[in-house]
């Protein structure tokens, strides 16, 4: 037991320089396990820690070298700040796996020099040294892993929790799986408050705020943050990017059909066969062996399909597409996707106007 927690370091990002050290903010993850000092035994967050530079190679192997300067605590999210943002909390899982703030040590060097995404390294199972206290000189500089702000619809069955939109999540998805740090704010889309307007006049969620400025639209947003963060890449090869898409819009057709003999669910068949059998061939993802982005964008519509067409239709996906079957098994289960997934009641009450309509 003790304080020296399992640590298992999800990223470091090179934040300065002095003669001696290199400063880096690293994204962790705790337990299971003996809880470290003050946390909770599984949780994350980040620290800025200092390791000597003739030590850098060691770190893809080992977060031993790693002295931390300041470990910010788990903490819920917080409420939004002023307008634009200032009706919402967060309803994020309650694992402690949260956006974290860190300030970083002042130092003419650490100041000076900008964070390197060229460093960004994802690192193997290690351990956090015990925690040194922060030096008591003013801390100035935001660190670089400064959560990126989510604006996400709430939920409309449990208020304060994440809702059921398939573009957000694809948002949330992205982000997760590049470890970045976030704040979520949740709208509520029926009484849609008057900055939703001021920031994506289409009054629509996602919106994220990357570089000081909200961009909207999952296409548009998922682009942004692969450039901006381009490790660990998510990039699907083009001629691969529209693997599955027609699935969504024919889905969407069979749900709200009134006629059982109108063809639509036949449509959605021949689409889920067609992805069958291109996972047959190169899956188990759409670019392989690895996850990427156009996963991020499938796997929401597909939970969404599987839900719906199972409450409203009775329906599910025919046994004798194993492939997409087992796809969607192993999607789901993600942690990333398990994180961010819509509660089912959401998904059911927000797909009910169409079903009626
Ligand atoms: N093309 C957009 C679609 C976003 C979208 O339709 N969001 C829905 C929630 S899932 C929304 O904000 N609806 C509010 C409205 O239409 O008024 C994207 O990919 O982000």
Redesign the pocket.
Known sequence: MGCRPNVSIQSAHTTGRSKQFLYVNVFFRSGPGPAAAGHDAEASGTAACRVQEDKLPRLRHTSAALLPLHRSPPRPLAKLPRPPLSSSATGRAPSGELGMAVLLRSSASATTAGPSSALLATFGRGRLLPRVSPPRRTFVARASAQPLEVCA?ESITAPGRLGD????QRVLLTIEEKKLPYDLKLVD?ANKPDWLFQINPE????IVKLEDKWI????VITQAIEEKYPEPSLATPPEKASIGSKIFSTFIGFLKSKDPSDGTEQALLDELASFDSYLKENGPFINGETISAADLSLGPKLYHMEISLGHYKNWSVPDSLAHVKSYMKSVFSMDSFVKTRALTEDVIAGWRPKVMG
Do not use: H, R
């Not at 939109?165 to 957000?168: A, D, V």
């Not at 009054?203 to 996602?206: C, L, T, W």
């Not at 909207?216 to 296409?219: F, I, K, L, R, T």
């Open positions: 619809k939109c398939p573009f957000t889309l009054g629509k969620v996602p909207a639209d999952s296409d």
